[in-house]
């Protein structure tokens, strides 16, 4: 079960894995296993965050923990 709504907010914003991963600077593998539900440090969640256009302070609506 995924601890966060990477996923759907991925989804949402019409953006494939690899776009992701392309604009997060990280591989497509991290966003595969982050959108399971595994954890990431918090560099990688920075860089998400901000890749999908969303300022630090939205953290919570991605990642629960």
Sequence with gaps: MAKNSLKKTRETLMMSKAELAREANVSP??????????????????????????NLSDKDKIFSD
């Design 29 to 54: 593998i991290t966003i595969s296993r982050i959108e399971e539900g595994m954890p990431c440090r918090m560099e990688t969640k920075r860089k998400i965050i901000l890749a999908l256009g969303f």
